[in-house]
Every structure is written in structure tokens, then in C-alpha cells.
């Protein structure tokens, strides 16, 4: 079997690992030559929406997947045309927009914060009526680590990033005070058969996720089928196959749905060395129509990912249990060039030796 993936980063990089075992072979199309899955696979370099590249990409794969969500939906809608693709592409279609990803949720019951859409200076004024503040006003379509959006707290300084952010386009949300940020990975497999991991707990800074903690420290079995309900109605709605990420707000013992990402994401990298069955493992699995692997913990991770630094690598592998991933990438500040798991049987072991991972990964101030 020969799987395409539409994007070459880190993702797509540790999805073709995990299926070399599995006897897969893979090829990606990235509109750079350097992309970093290129070094485990067949890299095809074009961009997304041009037909030569498409077509020397989609020659002799049995199906196709994503490793990005801002791949333009029409290049799947094409592929799809001619091969399987999956998760399908309406899920892409819906991940890609702030307030249609929002609308989705809400349609199944699920809370969010609260939203308007803005298109124009009389709905920012309508929504910030609504809303209150203090609000955060977001690009709906490419934003992403933070990027593309604005705190604000009042409504001159709302006006000002209308202005900034382009004057449409957009989506208020009422700022939410949470408690901490979690994740649901879940999958569906092509039979509908479903699988979810435990929540994790998800720290970032300057937009960027730095730690996750998995399963999230004090997790009640309440917030995990809570979430587990919710990531179910998603996946059933979309007809969904493969692994799905939702970002959540937990307040008190509330979640709130954030946004979605259709795809293996960031806080499951645990999952390789933390769980029976990597996120990596069971979306390809999911994709194939194999049985899906256990999601159980094993025992307790942290995961720090490597922002635009290079580790001594023997420091990091003399820590017991310490599991480090290079992506192949140049280092630039704010890029993510790796991750490193600390994987312990018990959570306070883990969390005695959570000030050492986080020197070597130099996210040295508090997060
Ligand atoms: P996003 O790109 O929409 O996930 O937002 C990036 C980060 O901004 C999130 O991880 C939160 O830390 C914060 N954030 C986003 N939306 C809200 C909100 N409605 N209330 C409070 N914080 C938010």
C-alpha cells in the first residue's frame, strides 16, 4: 500500500515512521523541497493546487490523507475525485473557518464560548454589545499558533484590530477565564468503530504549545466522557475516519470547544512512547480499515516540544525515560524543530523530573 499525504512537516514525517512497521510506503506533496517528511519518504515539491503536481503526487497511491489543515479543501475535493481520501474532506472544510468549525459544535450540542461573526465595524459594535469585554477578535481562516488574532479590551482597541485584521473576515469570542486548556484525540475507523485517549493538559506560550501532560493531572472520569461525548458527536456527524483533535477550555467542570483539527496533532505526541497505540499508529490504521489499538495510558508523560533549539542530545537521553524526536528541520527561532517525552509509571515521579525536562528543552521560564 502507498499512502499520499498531502503536507510534509513533522506530522506527516512521524505518521510514515509509525507505518513503515505496518509495511506502508508513503509520498507527500509540499509546496517546499526541503520539507522535513522528505528525509522518510517520497517527497513530491509543488504546490497544492497545481495539476502536474497533483497528478505526479496522486499516480499509483491506494489513498490519501492531511498532516495540515490549511491545505486548500479544493485540492482534496480533486483528489477525492479519483482516490480515497480521508478524513473527508468536509472535515477539512470545516476545521479551516473559526465560525463555521464553532456553528458546527454548537449544532451539536456542544458548548463554546461564546461568538459572533464580524464583517463588518456595525457587527464588531452588535458583538461587543453582546459579548461584553474583554473579547478576542480572530481571522477565521489561517491563523494559527496565535497568530491572526487580538486580546481585546475595549472597544477602541477592538477597532483598531478590525482594522488590522483585514475588516472582515472575522470572529469575536467572549474571552473565556479557564482553568487550563485540554485536548481530545479520538479516531474513527472506516467500519465506525471509535477509540479516544485520555484528555490531556496543554500549556502554551506566545501562542505556541510548549507541554502537554498526559493523561491531565487530577482528570475525573466525569471531564473524560464528557469530552468523549462530545469528540463521539463529531466524529458521527462527519462521518469521520481517522484521528480528530479538539482543543478545549475546562472551566470548573465545563469544557468549552475551542477549535478542531482534523488530523494527528501536537499534544499526542505522547502517545508514542505514553500510550499502547500511537495517535500516529491508529489514524493509519483508522484509514486502512485495521482494527484500532488500545488508546490506554502507559503510566504517565510529559511532552516538551523543541521552539527553535537544539538540544545536547546526550543530556537528554541520559535522563531515564526520556524519548527525544529531531525533525530533520533547520533551527529558527519560534519553529518547532522536535519534541522530547518523559514517560514515568507514576505521576509524581513524572512530575519530580518535570523542572529537568523543561531545562532541556530551555522553556527554562514557567509554563
Ligand atoms: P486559537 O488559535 O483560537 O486556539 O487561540 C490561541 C490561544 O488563545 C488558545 O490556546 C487560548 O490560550 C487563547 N484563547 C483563544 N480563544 C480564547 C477565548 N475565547 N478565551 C480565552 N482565551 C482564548
Given amino acids: 500500500m502507498r499512502l499520499g499525504i498531502l503536507g510534509g512537516g513533522q506530522l506527516g514525517r512521524m505518521l510514515a515512521l509509525a507505518g513503515y512497521p505496518l509495511g506502508l510506503a508513503f509520498r507527500f506533496l509540499d509546496p517546499s523541497p526541503e520539507a522535513c517528511a522528505g528525509q522518510v519518504g517520497e517527497l ?8 502536474e503536481a497533483l497528478a505526479r503526487f496522486a499516480e ?8 495540515f489543515e490549511n491545505v486548500p479543501v479544493e485540492a482534496a475535493q480533486r483528489l477525492a475525485e479519483r482516490l480515497p481520501v480521508f478524513p473527508p474532506p468536509k472535515a477539512l472544510e470545516i476545521a479551516q473557518d473559526r465560525l463555521a468549525e464553532k456553528a458546527f459544535m454548537q449544532s451539536l450540542g456542544v458548548p463554546t464560548p461564546p461568538f459572533r461573526k464580524v464583517d463588518t465595524l ?8 453582546a459579548l461584553g469585554l474583554p473579547a478576542l477578535l480572530k481571522a477565521r481562516r489561517g491563523g ?56 490531556v493538559e496543554n500549556r502554551h506560550r506566545g501562542g505556541i504549545l510548549r507541554l502537554s501532560l498526559a493523561p491531565a493531572p487530577g482528570l475525573s472520569p466525569r471531564l473524560q466522557e464528557k469530552a468523549v461525548g462530545y469528540a463521539r458527536r463529531a466524529l458521527e456527524a462527519l462521518g469521520y475516519v481517522g484521528v480528530l483533535a479538539l482543543e478545549l477550555f475546562q472551566v470548573g467542570e465545563e469544557l468549552l470547544f475551542n477549535e ?37 495510558p502507559r503510566g504517565y508523560s510529559a511532552m516538551a516540544n523543541l521552539i527553535g533549539v ?6 537528554v537521553l541520559a535522563l531515564p525515560g526520556a524519548h527525544l524526536h529531531w525533525y530533520g528541520k533547520g533551527v529558527r527561532p519560534g ?14 515521579d513524572l512530575a519530580q523530573d518535570l523542572p529537568h525536562l523543561l531545562a532541556l528543552a530551555q522553556a527554562l521560564e514557567p509554563v
Fill in 260 to 296: 478542531m483539527a482534523p488530523r494527528v496533532h501536537n499534544s499526542g505526541h505522547w502517545t508514542i512512547e505514553g500510550a499502547e497505540t500511537s495517535q500516529f499508529e491508529n489514524h493509519l490504521r483508522a484509514l486502512l480499515g485495521l482494527p484500532l489499538g488500545s488508546t490506554a
Fill in 335 to 348: 519553529r518547532k524543530v522536535g519534541h522530547i517525552t518523559l514517560r514515568r509509571d507514576t505521576w509524581e
Fill in 60 to 67: 499509483g497511491l491506494d489513498l490519501v490523507t492531511y498532516e
Fill in 44 to 51: 513530491v515539491a509543488g504546490d497544492y493546487l497545481d495539476g
Fill in 310 to 315: 537544539e538540544p545536547d542530545f546526550a543530556q
Fill in 122 to 129: 456595525e457587527e464588531l459594535r452588535e458583538g461587543l454589545e
Fill in 144 to 199: 494559527y499558533d496565535g497568530k491572526g488574532q487580538a486580546l481585546v479590551r475595549s472597544r477602541e482597541e477592538a477597532e483598531r484590530a478590525f482594522a488590522q485584521l483585514g475588516g472582515k473576515g472575522l470572529i469575536l469570542e467572549g474571552f473565556v477565564p479557564f482553568d487550563r486548556e485540554l485536548s481530545m484525540l479520538a479516531v474513527r475507523g472506516l467500519r465506525g468503530e471509535v477509540a479516544f485517549y485520555p484528555l
